[in-house]
T-cell receptor, first 114, second 109 residues
Framework: GAVVSQHPSRVICKSGTSVKIECRSL??????MFWYRQFPKQSLMLMAT?????????EQGVEKDKFLINHASLTLSTLTVTSAHPEDSSFYIC??????????FGPGTRLTVT | QKEVEQDPGPLSVPEGAIVSLNCTYS??????FMWYRQYSRKGPELLMY????GNKEDGRFTAQVDKSSKYISLFIRDSQPSDSATYLC?????????FGTGTSLTVIP
């Protein structure tokens, strides 16, 4: 099956700093990638849709200036959490869209802001 | 009404049991259906991907779609402790994806 990686898997940062999370499709090209946030024991919450070569589409209520998304190539999308605060602590998961419109998810990144 | 509804459970079964996980959906236009398995603190893993009505089998897993009742199911035969996870159903239409809230399953040795 298709493989999607995320880096880092876990990050701890201080309040006010920025954190970048990378999402890579390892064995296929993805024109579309998605970024999700997941709180404990809750379902996935879509944050934004990332399209290669164009601006990301953000879901209602998600601040685009706080969660910067860049999809510069067909295998890489990045999410930068700017000026992170403790309430940004969460599990962030990316996914890449396959040819048959199935989503392949990365392993997730656990962000803790102290 | 949500596009996809899923009983969150939790569901607890003994090892070897047959597990039935279910979702309902609201829009009859949905044609593609997926089941994902998510272990704790991991990303979801695509288990089954089906189109339209009918059954699809892969090892111990069978996905079933009943479009007349807008009902999708995942059956797990001979359940194992390693099947303990949260299972999410999903569908999509025109690049819009809809996920169920997930059902937590525990298989007891």
């Amino acid at each position: 099956g298709a493989v999607v990686s995320q880096h880092p898997s876990r990050v701890i940062c201080k309040s006010g700093t920025s954190v970048k999370i990378e999402c890579r499709s390892l064995d296929f090209q993805a024109t579309t990638m998605f970024w999700y946030r997941q709180f404990p024991k809750q379902s996935l919450m879509l944050m934004a849709t990332s399209n290669e070569g164009s601006k990301a589409t953000y879901e209602q209520g998600v601040e685009k200036d706080k969660f910067l998304i860049n999809h510069a190539s067909l295998t890489l999308s990045t999410l930068t959490v700017t000026s992170a605060h403790p309430e940004d602590s969460s599990f962030y998961i990316c996914s890449a869209l396959g040819q048959s419109y199935e989503q392949y998810f990365g392993p997730g990144t656990r962000l803790t802001v102290t | 009404q949500k596009e996809v509804e899923q009983d969150p459970g939790p569901l607890s079964v003994p090892e070897g049991a047959i597990v039935s996980l279910n979702c309902t959906y609201s829009n009859s236009a949905f044609q593609y259906f997926m089941w994902y398995r998510q272990y704790s603190r991991k990303g979801p893993e695509l288990l089954m991907y089906t189109y339209s009505s009918g059954n699809k089998e892969d090892g111990r897993f069978t996905a079933q779609v009943d479009k007349s009742s807008k009902y999708i199911s995942l059956f797990i035969r001979d359940s194992q402790p390693s099947d303990s996870a949260t299972y999410l159903c999903a569908t999509h239409s025109r690049n819009q994806f809809y996920f169920g809230t997930g059902t937590s399953l525990t298989v007891i040795p």
